[in-house]
Protein backbone atom coordinates (compact mmCIF):
# COMPACT_ATOMS: atom_id res chain seq x y z
CA UNK A 1 0.00 0.00 0.00
CA UNK A 2 1.66 3.50 -0.65
CA UNK A 3 0.08 6.68 1.22
CA UNK A 4 0.66 10.14 -0.48
CA UNK A 5 0.66 13.40 0.83
CA UNK A 6 0.45 16.91 -1.06
CA UNK A 7 2.11 20.23 -0.12
CA UNK A 8 2.99 23.05 -2.08
CA UNK A 9 -0.32 24.17 -2.92
CA UNK A 10 -1.36 27.94 -2.17
CA UNK A 11 -3.01 31.80 -3.31
CA UNK A 12 -0.77 32.97 -6.72
CA UNK A 13 -1.18 35.70 -9.09
CA UNK A 14 -2.09 35.24 -12.23
CA UNK A 15 1.14 34.69 -14.64
CA UNK A 16 3.03 33.21 -10.94
CA UNK A 17 4.33 29.72 -10.52
CA UNK A 18 3.60 27.21 -7.78
CA UNK A 19 5.84 23.70 -6.86
CA UNK A 20 4.11 20.85 -5.48
CA UNK A 21 5.26 18.06 -4.13
CA UNK A 22 3.50 14.76 -3.40
CA UNK A 23 5.53 12.49 -0.93
CA UNK A 24 4.96 9.02 -1.05
CA UNK A 25 5.35 5.89 2.15
CA UNK A 26 6.55 2.67 1.56
CA UNK A 27 9.37 0.80 -0.42
CA UNK A 28 7.78 0.54 -3.80
CA UNK A 29 7.34 4.01 -4.68
CA UNK A 30 9.53 3.33 -7.84
CA UNK A 31 7.43 0.66 -9.24
CA UNK A 32 4.63 3.04 -9.70
CA UNK A 33 3.65 5.37 -11.91
CA UNK A 34 2.49 8.60 -10.51
CA UNK A 35 0.04 11.28 -11.89
CA UNK A 36 -1.79 15.21 -10.68
CA UNK A 37 -4.87 15.50 -11.10
CA UNK A 38 -7.20 18.39 -10.57
CA UNK A 39 -10.71 19.60 -9.54
CA UNK A 40 -12.10 22.65 -9.61
CA UNK A 41 -15.74 23.60 -8.10
CA UNK A 42 -18.77 22.12 -9.55
CA UNK A 43 -16.43 20.38 -12.11
CA UNK A 44 -15.46 16.80 -12.09
CA UNK A 45 -11.63 15.67 -11.38
CA UNK A 46 -9.15 15.95 -14.56
CA UNK A 47 -6.45 14.32 -15.51
CA UNK A 48 -3.80 16.91 -15.03
CA UNK A 49 0.15 15.02 -15.58
CA UNK A 50 1.98 11.77 -15.25
CA UNK A 51 5.20 10.27 -15.11
CA UNK A 52 6.50 6.23 -15.65
CA UNK A 53 7.94 4.48 -13.16
CA UNK A 54 11.20 5.53 -14.30
CA UNK A 55 10.68 8.93 -14.69
CA UNK A 56 11.30 8.67 -18.45
CA UNK A 57 8.12 9.30 -19.99
CA UNK A 58 5.29 12.28 -19.11
CA UNK A 59 2.30 13.23 -20.35
CA UNK A 60 0.07 16.29 -19.99
CA UNK A 61 -3.48 17.39 -20.43
CA UNK A 62 -3.16 19.87 -23.26
CA UNK A 63 -4.25 22.82 -21.27
CA UNK A 64 -0.79 22.81 -19.66
CA UNK A 65 1.07 21.71 -22.01
CA UNK A 66 3.86 23.98 -22.63
CA UNK A 67 3.30 25.37 -18.86
CA UNK A 68 3.44 22.42 -16.02
CA UNK A 69 6.33 20.19 -15.76
CA UNK A 70 6.03 16.84 -13.82
CA UNK A 71 9.10 14.82 -12.68
CA UNK A 72 10.13 12.52 -10.03
CA UNK A 73 12.98 11.50 -7.31
CA UNK A 74 12.35 7.94 -6.78
CA UNK A 75 15.47 8.68 -3.91
CA UNK A 76 13.38 10.42 -2.23
CA UNK A 77 9.96 8.78 -2.57
CA UNK A 78 8.07 12.57 -4.16
CA UNK A 79 6.74 13.50 -7.12
CA UNK A 80 6.36 17.10 -8.09
CA UNK A 81 4.58 19.31 -10.22
CA UNK A 82 5.96 22.76 -11.58
CA UNK A 83 3.37 25.05 -12.35
CA UNK A 84 4.41 28.07 -14.44
CA UNK A 85 2.57 30.95 -16.40
CA UNK A 86 -0.66 29.87 -13.43
CA UNK A 87 -4.38 31.11 -14.76
CA UNK A 88 -7.22 31.70 -12.63
CA UNK A 89 -8.53 28.55 -14.52
CA UNK A 90 -5.62 26.69 -12.83
CA UNK A 91 -7.49 27.03 -9.24
CA UNK A 92 -8.61 23.83 -7.95
CA UNK A 93 -7.66 21.08 -5.40
CA UNK A 94 -4.80 19.49 -7.02
CA UNK A 95 -4.02 15.46 -6.07
CA UNK A 96 -1.29 12.85 -6.54
CA UNK A 97 -2.06 9.24 -7.54
CA UNK A 98 -0.03 6.14 -8.20
CA UNK A 99 -0.48 3.64 -10.53
CA UNK A 100 0.53 0.08 -11.70
CA UNK A 101 -1.55 -0.75 -14.49
CA UNK A 102 -0.50 -0.11 -17.89
CA UNK A 103 -3.33 2.48 -18.43
CA UNK A 104 -1.47 5.26 -16.53
CA UNK A 105 -0.68 7.60 -19.20
CA UNK A 106 -4.29 7.72 -19.93
CA UNK A 107 -4.90 8.88 -16.32
CA UNK A 108 -7.04 5.72 -15.62
CA UNK A 109 -6.07 2.97 -13.02
CA UNK A 110 -4.70 4.82 -10.07
CA UNK A 111 -4.87 2.86 -7.19
CA UNK A 112 -3.85 5.32 -4.60
CA UNK A 113 -4.66 9.13 -3.68
CA UNK A 114 -3.69 11.78 -1.50
CA UNK A 115 -6.28 14.08 -0.03
CA UNK A 116 -5.44 17.07 -2.09
CA UNK A 117 -3.68 20.48 -2.08
CA UNK A 118 -5.57 23.38 -2.84
CA UNK A 119 -4.34 25.98 -5.59
CA UNK A 120 -6.12 29.47 -5.84
CA UNK A 121 -4.96 31.67 -8.88
CA UNK A 122 -6.01 35.34 -8.84
CA UNK A 123 -6.27 37.28 -11.49
Known amino acids: QVQLVESGGGLVQAGGSLRLSCAASGRTFSSYAMGWFRQAPGKEREFVAA????????YYADSVKGRFTISRDNAKNTVYLQMNSLKPEDTAVYYC????????????????WGQGTQVTVSS
Open 51 to 58: ISWSGGST
Open 97 to 112: AAARGSSWWRGTGYDY
